[in-house]
Structures are given as C-alpha cells and as structure tokens.
T-cell receptor, first 114, second 118 residues
Framework: EAQVTQNPRYLITVTGKKLTVTCSQNMNHEYMSWYRQDPGLGLRQIYYSMNVEVTDKGDVPEGYKVSRKEKRNFPLILESPSPNQTSLYFC?????????????FGPGTRLLVL | AQTVTQSQPEMSVQEAETVTLSCTYDTSESDYYLFWYKQPPSRQMILVIR??????QNATENRFSVNFQKAAKSFSLKISDSQLGDAAMYFCAYRRFAGGTSYGKLTFGQGTILTVHP
C-alpha cells in the first residue's frame, strides 16, 4: 500500500528539548516536504526536498532543520523547540515531472511545546 | 507569490441540501493546478477534486463539482446532496504548473469548516 508514515503521531515536550519527527514514504518519490497547520492560517510549507541531499526552505523555515540522506526518509528536526512551534505537522511526497502527480500526505503529528 | 483566500471560516448545510464553498487566489501565472482537500476530524488530508487551469471544463467528482472562473481567479466547490460524512474542514490549494524548485509546493487557503445538520 502506498503511504507516507510519520512518527510520533502525538508529542508533548518542553521548551528547548531537541526533537525529531520522522517521515517515510514507500513510493520512491523524489519530492518530499513538510507543512505546518495552524488555525486561521491553513497549511504552510516549512522545508522541501527535490531529491537525496537536496533540500531548501519553504515559507516558514525558522526554527526547523531537515535532512535527506535516503530517498524514503525526510525527518524534521526542532533543535530548540519553542511554544510557537506548537502545531499540527504534515509530511507529504510526490513524484517529480511535468505531468501532475498525486501528492500523498502523512497522517499528521500533533506537537505541543510547553 | 501566490496567495489563496477562503473568506468563509464556517459554513453549514442541511443533510441532502447543496452548499458552495468559496475560494479566490492570486497568481501571475497562466498555467497552474487548483485543488480542494477535505480534512475530517481524523486530520487526514483527502483530495476531493482538482482542476487544471488550462481546461475550461469544470471538474466533477460524483457529488462534488467546481466552478472555475479563471479571469476572476475564483474556484468554488459545490457539494450536492450533502451527507453527514461531508462534515469536515475544507482547504482550497494552488500548485504551480511545472518548472522551478517550488513546483511541488501547495499553497493553501485558511480553510472552511463545514457542518452538516441532520
């Protein structure tokens, strides 16, 4: 089954304690990205990756890091979380190419930073 | 930069009735894609319908249809014969047609919460 998985699904942490949210896809997609969802703002892109070792900032990258060492994995790292990073996070992946490809979303990770 | 606006934070409809959710967008590009996503209480993102800007015909998927007005940059979603399972947050989204490093990026509106009354 084609899917994007995220772990953990729920996380409560404290300010400053480093955390990593994992994302993995089994469809051999080149393009992966992270979004955060906040009330009244919709989803906004944090970082994206066009392929292994190729990453770039989205619209709201401050306070986040990513890496893409393997094609299937795209972890999101919060080195020093702050309360304003409390949000719902989605990982997504899709094929590259000119034709429109389906974008697959993970189930979401709800993060609370105290 | 592209922007997407959903001006209706909340909408409600009676079961079996029809409801229309509004979306406007701003872009300087001539070719692009538009989408409606449904987000039920499970928070899963579910693609409802998509529209290619170069196609004049409005997209339809069963009870869901769109009214795409390219000149007005408007992309509304009509849900016919509403069902209780349609209750969810609905997001309008824009994607560039092709090219560049941001082609895979979706730009979302703020979302509209749809309530369906039995």
């Amino acid at each position: 089954e084609a899917q994007v998985t995220q772990n953990p699904r729920y996380l409560i942490t404290v300010t400053g304690k480093k955390l990593t949210v994992t994302c993995s896809q089994n469809m051999n997609h080149e393009y992966m990205s992270w979004y955060r969802q906040d009330p009244g703002l919709g989803l906004r892109q944090i970082y994206y990756s066009m392929n292994v070792e190729v990453t770039d900032k989205g619209d709201v990258p401050e306070g986040y890091k990513v890496s893409r060492k393997e094609k299937r994995n795209f972890p999101l790292i919060l080195e020093s979380p702050s309360p304003n990073q409390t949000s719902l996070y989605f990982c997504a992946s899709t094929e590259t190419g000119l034709a429109l490809k389906t974008q697959y979303f993970g189930p979401g990770t709800r993060l609370l930073v105290l | 930069a592209q922007t997407v606006t959903q001006s209706q934070p909340e909408m409600s409809v009676q079961e079996a009735e029809t409801v229309t959710l509004s979306c406007t967008y701003d872009t300087s590009e001539s070719d692009y894609y538009l989408f409606w996503y449904k987000q039920p209480p499970s928070r899963q993102m579910i693609l409802v319908i998509r529209q290619e800007a170069y196609k004049q015909q409005n997209a339809t998927e069963n009870r869901f249809s769109v009214n795409f007005q390219k000149a007005a940059k408007s992309f509304s979603l009509k849900i016919s014969d509403s069902q209780l399972g349609d209750a969810a947050m609905y997001f309008c989204a824009y994607r560039r047609f092709a090219g560049g490093t941001s082609y895979g990026k979706l730009t979302f509106g703020q979302g509209t919460i749809l309530t369906v009354h039995p």
